[in-house]
């Protein structure tokens, strides 16, 4: 006989999310304080849902998002990070669970639905055997140092070429702390901001001092601020989520005048050794831009031969809403010169290429 099943719909305001995450295998980006933290153009009202059949647990943080121009319809889409679906094992259970989100998503009339999954916990398995696994499809890879090898082990798994550029920036002088005060919270800001734009990345990707104020007192002490210095001066700067025994590299930056002696490699070999010391047991590096295995993952590839498959997931729910949506952006885009068979974004009504 089947235990009753219990759904619940959560917000970031409630207990409740925290305690029911403590019932399974999680990452810091499936916390309610991850979720309202914000920004990166993520748009939309933090939710999770929750569904319970007995000691059974399966939660899915997202956004709910509403579309322009279409009042009722929605999108659920994923945080800025990995994060996806959680949950207790057990194909039948998860299939239940699966059934019992795509109704309540249906009742809150989303069209789409968009998760990026965590390469740590691998949670893409959450689907595995359900309906929804014909949504999921791999895009990369990630990269992580293993923190629990001795230090000479994870000294020697960097690259060559990379022991040698470390060793030349000790050499002129590079040393990095960690900023326990944030004194240099507008450092950090003004070095990121000057990398965002040399990169010409989209405006709603690059913070500021606000969002830093509340990357810092959301997470309370697993935000951490790491300094690279040149003598006086600020070389590379990096934003670090500690949780439970992971490190998360979140955002870093050079400052120009200091590319040259490459400061943003000691700096991750420094937060790395920090880790190891403190009996942290990884430090997730993350991977390419938009999971590609570009000369981004090529760089942290480097420092450890550990990588995870990248998944993403997507699911159209209204069939008929999508394609009337996505019929009229393809209108748009013709008198743009752009043709339908370019365009590979999700949902594809929001493909915008003012912004892509």
């Known amino acids: 006989m089947l235990a009753l099943a219990r759904v619940k719909v959560l917000r970031p305001g409630s207990t409740e999310w925290s305690e029911v995450l403590t019932r399974v295998r999680h990452d810091v980006y499936h916390t309610p304080e991850y979720h309202s933290i914000g920004g990166f153009g993520q748009e939309g009202e933090q939710q999770a849902f929750a569904y319970e059949e007995g000691d059974l647990t399966f939660l899915w943080p997202y956004l709910l998002t509403p579309i322009a121009g279409?009042?009722?319809?929605?999108?659920?889409?994923s945080v800025y990070g990995y994060s996806g679906p959680v949950g207790s094992a057990g194909k039948e259970f998860l299939a239940r669970a699966w059934a019992a989100l795509q109704e309540h998503w249906r009742s809150q009339q989303v069209v789409s639905v968009f998760t990026r999954f965590n390469p740590l916990?691998?949670?893409?398995?959450?689907?595995e055997g359900t309906p929804a696994e014909a949504g999921i499809r791999e895009c990369g890879s990630t990269v992580s140092i293993d923190l629990t090898l001795p230090a000479e082990v994870q000294k020697n798994q960097c690259h060559r070429s990379l022991r040698a550029r470390i060793r030349k920036g000790r050499e002129a002088g590079l040393v990095t702390v960690e900023d326990v005060a944030w004194t240099h919270l507008d450092d950090f800001v003004r070095v990121y901001q000057y990398t965002m734009a040399r990169l010409g990345s989209r405006p709603e990707y690059v913070v500021d001092h606000d969002w830093v104020n509340r990357f810092r007192r959301t997470l309370g002490r697993s935000a951490?601020?790491?300094?690279?210095?040149?003598?006086?001066?600020?070389?590379s700067v990096i934003l670090v989520m500690d949780?439970?025994?992971?490190?998360?590299s979140h955002l870093t930056a050079?400052?120009?005048e200091h590319a040259v002696i490459s400061p943003s490699k000691v700096m991750l070999d420094d937060v790395r050794a920090w880790g190891a010391e403190r009996g942290y047991r990884s430090?997730?590096?993350?991977?390419?831009?938009?999971?590609?295995?570009?000369?981004?993952?090529?760089f942290k590839?480097?420092?450890?031969?550990?990588?995870?498959?990248?998944?993403?997931?997507?699911w159209i729910l209204n069939e008929p809403i999508y394609r009337e949506l996505e019929a009229q952006n393809y209108a748009r885009l013709a008198a743009a010169g752009i043709q339908p068979d370019q365009i590979t974004y999700f949902p594809s009504y929001r493909f915008n290429p003012a912004v892509a």
């Open 121 to 127: 916990l691998g949670n893409f398995s959450c689907l």
């Open 224 to 235: 951490r601020l790491f300094v690279t210095k040149h003598e006086d001066s600020v070389a």
């Open 70 to 77: 279409t009042p009722g319809y929605h999108d659920a889409t």
């Open 283 to 298: 430090m997730h590096l993350g991977g390419g831009l938009g999971g590609r295995e570009d000369s981004l993952f090529q």
């Open 243 to 248: 949780y439970g025994q992971v490190l998360h």
């Open 301 to 314: 590839r480097q420092y450890s031969p550990m990588t995870h498959s990248f998944r993403i997931g997507s």
């Open 254 to 256: 050079t400052a120009p």
